[in-house]
Nanobody
Framework: QVQLVESGGGLVQAGGSLRLSCDAS????????MGWYRQAPGKQRELVAA???????NYADSVTGRFTISRDNAKNTVYLQMNRLKPEDKEVYYC??????????????WGKGTLVTVSS
């Protein structure tokens, strides 16, 4: 069994910063890509940022230059540093991991999400 647990969400004023963390644990052999997605009510979940095991990153245009994704491979943890937050960044943020389980199965896992609220 694999679990992804997000933390770090909360309320912040526009222009402020938050740092999200996501810890992956359980029967993990290796983790390929990890990422952050977000979803507003009634909308599709969209990619915010992703990072490979080698450190290559990819960002949505709307967050480029403001958000930074990083990971600690030894801890199976991915981070999202969010700066200069805007009211439109207010969404539930989900962690995602593309990994190989201890049983050598490829799986994609999701966390339960953490709410980010930005006040104007």
């Amino acid at each position: 069994q694999v679990q992804l647990v997000e933390s770090g969400g909360g309320l912040v004023q526009a222009g402020g910063s938050l740092r999200l963390s996501c810890d992956a644990s359980g029967s993990i052999f290796s983790i390929n890509a990890m990422g952050w997605y977000r979803q507003a009510p009634g909308k599709q979940r969209e990619l915010v940022a992703a990072i490979t095991s080698g450190g290559s990153t990819n960002y949505a245009d709307s967050v480029t230059g403001r958000f930074t994704i990083s990971r600690d491979n030894a801890k199976n943890t991915v981070y999202l540093q969010m700066n200069r937050l805007k009211p439109e960044d207010k969404e539930v943020y989900y962690c995602n991991a593309d990994l190989v389980t201890s049983g050598y199965s490829y799986r994609i896992y999701w966390g339960k999400g953490t709410l980010v609220t930005v006040s104007s």
